[in-house]
């Protein structure tokens, strides 16, 4: 049967196909997520369990989600509306495709106030406001900065206009260009600062914090957490990489693909935990602060360390970066949905959805500082509920239901030609998407349910 095919463009090569979705994948959910949600919830039995999810879990629905767009060669809405329409299944599977919609646009509007913050500690830092800070001052410079809306909002409008002014461009001149020498950037200054980490005299303790795992810290929230993050962080369940997949020619490996990504996306977020945890134990500060974390420990270390001045800027710098990767491809699951299906020219819908996202995101500018006790959801306010109902909810949700429409309604030969694996590995992938991937999920949801007040 003749499929959408509706989509306009395709990506110039399989490489920078994977630099894209590592772009997307590796950002503030590295390196200033990861670090604060394993300290809020005890270290290593955290870890542990944030890994088996990325393997048994995140992995395959990676792999499934990129199967589907590349098999349906469309937005998300769309794109899962000729699939059921292939496959013979209920016309109601477009909703998933519009959860990703939503869920992207929710999201992208908390990101960019984060990235931020990021912004804000470039400029800071760029100024030697950190050269032989205290841990205690860069609390303060952090509380400082949370507490003023006006400049919060300075800077999550100019990150949310260089995002809308990037996207609006189109995918070749604009998302291509910028991601192929971030990655490999801040894979180095990392490195640098993995060296500094060793130095702190607090490195044993850091690791010893992030793999050894002491159970009893652990709760039943903790473990969904530690799954919504798998999703959250190789930007899967909210169709994102459905969507880069969509863009994708047939020839290239999806397997090769998110492998890479997975690969990727976890080496840098156990660096930056790493470096983090051993600044906090050598500066004995609190690993569980929360959002702040990231950003009252590094500017210590660029503050005391050789070269500090130079490593911290260019430090914030690709955290910008790596944090525009990602926000470009949160918002193509929505856009590609208004070209395709609204034949909205891009420009126009890139400055019109951008605009509307940064609005919403407002509300999150001021769950710092005027809302930051105003509750929505249980004690969390705004920005709280956003990340938890996205994170927690959506993206998990809608990975369940991908990995069911791939493993329960799509045909075997047309997965078969997707996937080009070898038969064992084939079988293990969709016994995992057909029973272990949905059955995890569904088990930490109900549980919650039933003992989370929230
Ligand atoms: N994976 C990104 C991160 O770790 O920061 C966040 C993200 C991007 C989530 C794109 C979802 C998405 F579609
Ligand atoms: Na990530």
């Not at 039943?220 to 930007?235: C, E, K, P």
Request: hydrophobic share 60%; charged share 10%.
């Amino acid at each position: 049967m003749q499929q959408g095919k509706v989509s306009p463009v395709s990506w110039s090569s399989q490489t920078v196909f994977i630099l894209a979705a590592i772009g997307s994948a590796v950002g503030l959910g590295n390196i200033w997520k990861f670090p604060y949600i394993t300290g809020e919830n005890g270290g290593g039995a955290f870890v542990l369990v944030y890994l088996a999810a990325i393997v048994l879990i995140g992995l395959p629905i990676l792999l499934a989600e990129l199967i589907l767009g590349r098999s349906a060669k469309a937005n998300p809405v769309q794109g899962m509306g000729y699939l059921a329409a292939q496959f013979k299944a209920s016309r109601w599977w477009w909703l998933l495709g519009l959860n990703g919609v939503l869920a992207g646009a929710l999201i992208l509007s908390f990101y960019t106030v984060i990235a931020g913050w990021a912004v804000a500690y470039f400029v800071s830092s760029a100024q030697g406001a950190f050269i032989n800070i205290s841990s205690s001052e860069v609390g303060a410079h952090f509380d400082k900065l949370l507490l003023n809306p006006w400049e919060l909002l300075l800077w999550h409008t100019i990150f949310s206009l260089v995002t809308i002014f990037i996207v609006a461009r189109g995918i070749r001149s604009g998302i291509e260009k910028a991601i192929s020498w971030m990655m490999p950037g801040l894979f180095l200054i990392l490195l640098v600062l993995l060296g500094y980490a060793t130095t702190t005299g607090a490195f044993g303790q850091s690791f010893h914090f992030l793999f050894n795992p002491d159970f009893a810290k652990l709760s039943w929230q903790g473990v969904l957490v530690a799954i919504g993050h798998a999703f959250f962080t190789l930007s899967i369940g909210m169709s994102a990489m459905m969507v880069y997949g969509s863009y994708l020619d047939e020839k290239a490996s999806l397997v090769k693909a998110a492998i890479w990504i997975a690969i990727a996306d976890t080496v840098i977020a156990i660096m930056a935990a790493l470096v983090i945890f051993s600044i906090v134990f050598a500066n004995s500060l609190e690993p569980a602060v929360g959002p702040g974390l990231l950003f009252q420990t590094l500017p210590v270390a660029f503050g005391q360390m050789w070269g500090g001045w130079l490593f911290g800027t260019l430090f914030f710098a690709l955290v910008i970066i790596a944090a525009l990767s990602s926000a470009i491809s949160l918002i193509e699951p929505a856009l590609s949905w208004l070209e395709q299906r609204w034949q909205i020219r891009r420009a126009p819908a890139a400055w019109a959805l951008g605009g509307l996202i940064w609005l919403i995101g407002i509300a999150s500018v001021l769950s710092f500082n005027h809302w930051k006790s105003f509750s929505l959801l249980g004690d969390r306010n705004i920005f709280d509920t956003l990340d938890f109902i996205t994170t927690n909810i959506m993206l998990p949700l809608g990975g369940l239901m991908m990995s069911l429409f791939v493993a329960w309604v799509m045909d075997k030969e047309t997965r078969r030609s997707q996937l080009n694996l070898n038969s064992t590995f084939e079988r293990a992938l969709v016994f995992d998407l057909k029973w272990i991937a949905p059955v995890a999920i569904a088990l930490v949801f109900a549980v919650n349910l039933l003992s989370a007040p929230t």
